[in-house]
């Protein structure tokens, strides 16, 4: 037998792996997901300036907000203002949460008031058209491949 042989300790794979890079840190922490619940990050204030109307908003909206004992990997630093101290709180925006059902609603609102809003400009824009010189085109586009000639 061969007594030349490394010692398989010195074999490992921390040793043969590669320098990790440097990788900037997200902005703003990821809470770790919770089943039927989307999170949402609301502005309380900006350059030192409260903003309570925007909060209010928001609550009304149906988003509470995340208590830091819930989502410790998301807590930074303890806040000043004694009416968020126990929320997550970075930068002047705080972590909220709202049920699933709720974010799927509101972006269904807002897709058919879009909807609602595009319609309302074609019909606008078709009243102007003249069929002998249409200024109005579908939206579609497609591209047709030929022999050139």
Not at 53 to 80: I, T, Y
Not at 130 to 141: G, I, L, T
Request: hydrophobic content about 30%; aromatic content about 8%; charged content about 30%.
């Amino acid at each position: 037998m061969a007594e030349n042989r490394l010692n398989r300790e010195l074999e490992t794979r921390e040793k043969t792996a590669r320098k990790r890079s440097w990788v900037r840190p997200d902005l703003l922490p990821n809470p770790n997901p919770e089943d039927g619940y989307d999170f949402h990050w609301v502005r309380i204030s900006t350059r030192g300036e409260a903003d309570p109307m925007n909060v209010s908003l928001q609550l009304r909206q149906g988003w509470e907000p995340v208590k830091a004992s819930d989502h410790p990997e998301c807590f930074v630093m303890a806040v000043d203002d004694d009416r968020y101290k126990d929320n997550v709180i970075v930068g002047g925006l705080m972590l909220c949460k709202a049920p699933k059902e709720l974010v799927e609603d509101r972006a269904a609102h807002f897709e058919q008031q879009t909807r609602s809003q595009m319609s309302s400009v074609d019909n606008n824009f078709m009243r102007e058209n003249d069929p002998r010189m249409p200024v109005f085109s579908e939206r579609k586009s497609k591209t047709t491949f030929g022999s050139g000639s």
